[in-house]
């Protein structure tokens, strides 16, 4: 099975590393998906979920805010400005912070509180 070495870094810690099949991200272009021989990719990231299929069949979800990806040779590197993995969540105290930022009519605090409520619940993208 073909597979790609994957390093998701937010910038104050290393979130998740290993082997994957498939890795899909939101990137200024759109959802990107990103497979073992995909051509060399260097994207800005936008705030959407990331999910990562280990090669072992188990796949990752985690939220990411801004950052990079970059893709050559098989490996890939999510560089995020802030990542959660989705067992990391506190769906209550996402679903608060959903709340006030509709209340405060904050638009990117709404979308960062839904991508934090998408991926904890399990709501991944399509891979």
Known sequence: MAELHVELVAADRKVWSGAATIVVARTASGDTGIMPGHTPVLSVLETGPVTIRTTDGGTVVAAVHGGFI??????LSILAEIAELADEIDVARAERALENAKSELDAHAERRAEVRLVAARGLKAHV
């Open 70 to 75: 970059s893709f050559a040779e098989n490996k």
